[in-house]
Nanobody, 118 residues
Framework: QVQLVESGGGLVQAGGSLRLSCAAS????????MGWYRQAPGKKRELVAR???????NYEDSVKGRFTISRDNAKNTVYLYMNSLKPEDTAVYYC????????????WGQGTQVTVSS
């Protein structure tokens, strides 16, 4: 119903910056919210940032003040601007979309690797 493609991951030194992009296609008019999750080796997947169709935004505490999520509705694309990166930010980052008006369905991108070296 909704397809998500992430890009922008890579290797960066601590203190550096990256911008992740997630392009959505399909039934994009049904998307309630989009967000970024990450999963480090041996750890559970966790929410990093989320933006709803109404514009409300929330961040995981450890990225507040460093990461910014934004949305381009015309391009059906959500971005994650990551600044002041730390080694503990190293993970596979996944784009997520929440679709529906009653029961919400989740769709996921394939993930993009972010590695922060010290």
């Amino acid at each position: 119903q909704v397809q998500l493609v992430e890009s922008g991951g890579g290797l960066v030194q601590a203190g550096g910056s990256l911008r992740l992009s997630c392009a959505a296609s399909g039934s994009t008019f049904l998307i309630n919210a989009m967000g970024w999750y990450r999963q480090a080796p041996g750890k559970k997947r966790e929410l990093v940032a989320r933006i709803s169709s109404s514009g409300s935004i929330n961040y995981e505490d450890s990225v507040k003040g460093r990461f910014t999520i934004s949305r381009d509705n015309a391009k059906n694309t959500v971005y994650l601007y990551m600044n002041s990166l730390k080694p503990e930010d190293t993970a596979v980052y996944y784009c997520n979309s929440e679709v529906g008006r009653g029961i919400v369905l989740d769709f996921w991108g394939q993930g993009t690797q972010v590695t922060v070296s010290s």
